[in-house]
């Protein structure tokens, strides 16, 4: 494998205007510089409030950088994501960028499945150009079937995949989200906190997707609070201090 970057982060700075106090300013993210090559794993460090999950939304888009550039190196060449259009985004997140954050958000009567499948059918969405109804109903029949494989892996019983996710327990969301992180292969993955609300024996398996994503070449960042999650996958960590008077 060849481990050219990925991902190049260029003195990127992001703050917040906290309206209910005057309009002061909050500093977060100050000229934060770094670079993710392929196959690497890059655990950021810090106390909470320094940054961290600012930081991973920045990469998803989530928050509009203020300064600074994202770029991310695609078949197609360079991009960079503090400039790209909403629409690129969308795109992007279809196939380059998978998160996996704290939270599974849901849409109301749609099943864990289908939530999981979902990105499979958004990644072959984003390649093609015309599909007919007959061609669709078998791309989904192929979706829900790898969604059923890693959910079977992930220990989801079978009886909680018609159903919506909603009423489903914190560990159980939880492993929605990651099914729904790893079903489709990406160029870019974002974990937050990928393992919180996770047992002993579901912990192991989010460790070993991590690697076999690793081993297909993904750059991932992450937030790892847990010690032994991070320590064993972490090929690199990035350490920073808040930006002065945050």
Same mark, same amino acid.
């Given at each position: 494998?060849?481990?050219?970057?990925?991902?190049?982060?260029?003195?990127?700075?992001?703050?917040?205007?906290?309206?209910?106090?005057?309009?002061?300013?909050?500093?977060?993210?100050?000229?934060?510089?770094?670079?993710?090559?392929?196959?690497?794993?890059?655990?950021?460090?810090?106390?909470?409030?320094?940054?961290?999950?600012?930081?991973?939304?920045?990469?998803?888009?989530?928050?509009?950088?203020?300064?600074?550039?994202?770029?991310?190196?695609?078949?197609?060449?360079?991009?960079?994501?503090?400039?790209?259009?909403?629409?690129?985004?969308?795109?992007?997140?279809?196939?380059?960028?998978?998160?996996?954050?704290?939270?599974?958000?849901?849409?109301?009567?749609?099943?864990?499945?289908?939530?999981?499948?979902?990105?499979?059918?958004?990644?072959?969405?984003?390649?093609?150009?015309?599909?007919?109804?007959?061609?669709?109903?078998?791309?989904?029949?192929?979706?829900?079937?790898?969604?059923?494989? *890693?959910?079977?892996?992930?220990?989801?019983?079978?009886? *909680?995949?018609?159903?919506?996710?909603?009423?489903?327990?914190?560990?159980?969301?939880?492993?929605?989200?990651?099914?729904?992180?790893?079903?489709?292969?990406?160029?870019?993955?974002?974990?937050?906190?990928?393992?919180?609300?996770?047992?002993?024996?579901?912990?192991?398996?989010?460790?070993?997707?991590?690697?076999?994503? *690793?081993?297909?070449?993904?750059?991932?960042?992450?937030?790892?609070?847990?010690?032994?999650?991070?320590?064993?996958?972490?090929?690199?960590?990035?350490?920073?201090?808040?930006?002065?008077?945050?």
């Amino acid at each position: 494998m060849s481990f050219e970057p990925v991902l190049d982060v260029r003195r990127l700075s992001k703050g917040f205007t906290l309206h209910l106090r005057g309009g002061a300013r909050l500093s977060v993210l100050h000229e934060l510089s770094f670079q993710v090559r392929r196959g690497e794993c890059v655990a950021l460090m810090g106390a909470s409030g320094h940054g961290k999950s600012t930081l991973i939304k920045c990469l998803y888009g989530s928050y509009a950088a203020d300064a600074g550039a994202i770029m991310l190196h695609t078949d197609t060449g360079a991009l960079d994501l503090a400039r790209a259009s909403p629409q690129r985004w969308l795109a992007l997140r279809r196939r380059d960028i998978a998160y996996v954050s704290q939270f599974l958000h849901v849409v109301p009567r749609v099943s864990a499945l289908d939530l999981v499948a979902e990105r499979v059918l958004d990644a072959e969405a984003a390649l093609a150009n015309d599909v007919d109804a007959e061609a669709q109903q078998a791309a989904l029949t192929v979706a829900r079937a790898r969604a059923a494989v *890693l959910l079977q892996r992930l220990n989801v019983p079978p009886a *909680l995949w018609s159903l919506p996710p909603a009423t489903f327990s914190g560990g159980e969301q939880q492993r929605i989200n990651i099914a729904r992180g790893f079903v489709e292969p990406a160029r870019l993955l974002l974990l937050d906190e990928p393992t919180a609300s996770l047992d002993a024996d579901n912990r192991r398996i989010v460790v070993a997707l991590v690697r076999e994503a *690793l081993a297909l070449g993904c750059a991932v960042v992450g937030i790892f609070h847990d010690e032994e999650v991070r320590d064993v996958l972490a090929t690199r960590r990035i350490h920073w201090q808040a930006p002065h008077g945050s």
